[in-house]
């Protein structure tokens, strides 16, 4: 399995935009799908956006449809995760995930990073 490491997180005002990354440690995500996941404070783990191995299809969460934009390098050894127009509902630890076939649920990745959290205040 493919490990990976987010970066970018951070606080910062409504409105404003953060970009996420999330890089394969010591390999590519080639033949991977991979996915961005959130833990809101108190709350379950929630899917945010996916993009599939071979770059489509792009999927969005409806709450952050129009306002946040997944994408991958052409080396495959990034994912991005732009995120504009944050609200303090966006506050969460951000979780990147990969796997070999693509999905919405948490069980459908088998190899996560760390998290980064990032904080929006109004």
């Known amino acids: 399995q493919v490990h990976v490491v987010e970066s970018g997180g951070g606080s910062v005002k409504a409105g404003d935009s953060l970009r996420l990354s999330c890089s394969a440690s010591g390999d590519t995500f080639s033949n991977v799908a991979v996915a961005w996941f959130r833990q809101p404070p108190g709350r379950q783990r929630e899917f945010v956006a996916m993009?599939?191995?071979?770059?489509?299809?792009?999927e969005y969460a409806d709450s952050v449809k129009g306002r946040f934009t997944i994408s991958r390098n052409s080396a495959r050894t990034a994912v991005y995760l732009q995120m504009n127009n944050l609200k303090p509902d966006d506050t969460a630890v951000y979780y990147c995930a990969a796997d070999s076939f693509s999905g919405y649920e948490v069980t459908d990745f088998g190899s996560w990073g760390q998290g980064t959290q990032v904080t929006v205040s109004s």
């Open positions: 993009i599939g191995w071979s770059g489509y299809p792009k």
